[in-house]
């Protein structure tokens, strides 16, 4: 137990490390884009064009926020605006009030402000509070505006228009370029995670076989082989932790892939950059103390596994989660043991937990087995895996037809009691800390999360 603690809180570590890591970097983004707006408005030209250079984008404010162009034309600096005009900031952008770069300007008294925003295509058209930019003017900057040739806005408008898609298509095309450099090392890291999964399992699989072989050879008293059978199961388990390292690795690596892909195109997505809203990556799913495994997770006395209309996947770094649930009346499948999961026991086993409303616990241990769970079953019968965790397989009482004439009497679903078909579930079970993301979509996530003081059992351990 104390060894798989240890194993989960390693995991949760590196885990804890990447989502502080990708914290400090959202709130670097968030205090360069204040930095820029205050910036703008003191106009501090060295600062804004070096926080520009961070790849911070002029125009990353929302709907309805002042951006750092409209903050330079209140703060009345023009070396700023026309540095954020080169960069192809919004002209007419509208912040809080409907209030433009250029109203701004005209309600603060900036007339070279004004003069140099006419001239990028800045409407004096367009209102704010039922107001135009000339009628909150007063003196020179109210002079400048009722002086403009607005006839001269509609050709400059289409010029600045067309110099802001030339920018642009230059940025997209930069995104595109990188997220395809992501998208093929991303190819290359799942090759690699693919490769390090299975060399797990296999791992896994030889001490489950080597466990097998030491467990008979006590059984039969033979105490030499016994022994013998001994240092293989060490062997087996040098082997498996060397495995379980690299899979770590290898998954982790691919997870932070994934994750940069998805901030590239959510960027593109936004129009923004390396200063792009974020709120960083969500894992999906529930999550749940290890202490409320009772009421959260065998229960389900909130009913959020019900609401979700699919099975549980229940993940656990620690395995505390799958042992609890062993010790409950289940029935246990490990998909790692082969003989488990022939078609026709693995169909007999379900046709009894169905006839005598058992859970089904399907334990994957720490091997992403994504495909081999769906296979196990569908050997059965084609979709019978969609069936199973959708609820289907019970509501629609489609667990009748795996029974065969040749069964035994109490597979017959004419001895089935509605009352225990009822009580039929399922549970999937990894302590993969990083489950693939087919898995996530397909089941309802759990995330076991463990706040155990173990210094304190150790001294419970102690006194008792």
């Known amino acids: 137990r104390r060894e798989g603690h240890a194993v989960a809180q390693k995991k949760q570590s590196r885990r804890a490390k990447r989502e502080e890591e990708a914290r400090r970097k959202r709130e670097e ?10 910036a703008s408005y003191d106009g501090e030209l060295d600062k804004v064009k070096e926080i520009v250079a961070k790849g911070v984008p002029v125009d990353f404010q929302k709907e309805g926020q002042y951006s750092p162009l ?25 912040g809080t009030y409907d209030r433009t770069p250029l109203w701004r300007a005209a309600f603060a008294g900036h007339a070279e402000v004004i003069r140099v925003l006419l001239a990028s295509g800045a409407d004096p058209r367009v209102q704010a509070q039922s107001q135009l930019p000339a009628e909150v003017a ?3 900057a109210k002079e400048a505006l009722v002086k403009w040739d607005v006839s001269r806005t509609d ?22 370029s990188l997220c ?17 999964q299975r060399s797990l399992g296999k791992a896994r699989q030889s001490l489950e076989q080597r466990i097998l072989e030491l467990d008979k050879c006590v059984r039969d008293g033979r105490k030499e082989l016994a022994e013998t059978a001994l240092k293989y199961v060490k062997d087996a388990e040098a082997e498996l932790q060397k495995a379980k390292e690299k899979a770590d690795e290898a998954r982790e690596a691919l997870v932070l892939l994934r994750t940069e892909l998805r901030e590239a195109k959510s960027g593109a997505d936004q129009g923004g950059g390396a200063g792009a809203h974020s709120s960083g990556p969500t894992r999906p ?11 959260g997770l065998w229960k389900d006395t909130t009913r959020q596994l019900a609401r979700a209309g699919k099975w549980p ?17 289940v029935v246990y499948v490990n998909l790692l043991v082969s003989h488990d999961i022939t078609p026709d026991r693995l169909r007999m086993v379900l046709m009894g937990a169905v006839r005598y409303g058992k859970p089904l616990v399907v334990d994957m241990m720490d091997v992403d087995l994504s495909k081999e769970l ?77 706040e155990e003081d173990w210094e304190n059992e150790d001294e419970d351990d102690d006194a008792s």
Do not use: H, M
């Open 138 to 140: 007063s003196g020179e």
């Open 70 to 94: 409209s903050e330079a034309a209140c703060g009345g600096s023009v070396p700023v605006v026309q540095f954020l005009l080169s960069k192809s900031a919004d002209v007419n952008q509208k």
């Open 29 to 38: 983004a968030e205090a360069d884009r204040r930095a820029l707006l205050e």
């Open 374 to 450: 769906e296979l196990s079953f569908n050997n059965i019968r084609p979709d019978l895996f969609t069936e199973l965790i959708t609820g289907a397989f019970i509501q629609e009482q489609r667990y009748a037809t795996l029974y065969k004439p040749s069964d035994p009497d109490w597979c017959n679903p004419d001895n089935f009691r509605p009352e225990d078909v009822a009580c039929f579930r399922g549970f999937i079970c990894t302590s993969a800390a990083e489950p693939s993301e087919a898995l996530l979509e397909a089941l309802t996530p759990v995330w076991i999360t463990a």
């Open 285 to 295: 799913g529930i999550n749940l103390a290890l202490e409320d495994l009772v009421d």
């Open 313 to 329: 996947l229940v993940v656990d770094p620690s395995n505390q989660a799958v042992t609890f649930l062993r010790y409950r009346d």
């Open 155 to 176: 050709t400059l408008l289409v010029q600045y228009a067309a110099q802001r898609q030339k920018q642009a298509a230059a940025a997209a095309q930069a995104r595109d």
């Open 180 to 196: 395809g450099q992501l998208q093929s090392r991303l190819l290359t890291a799942e090759k690699a995670d693919g490769a390090a």
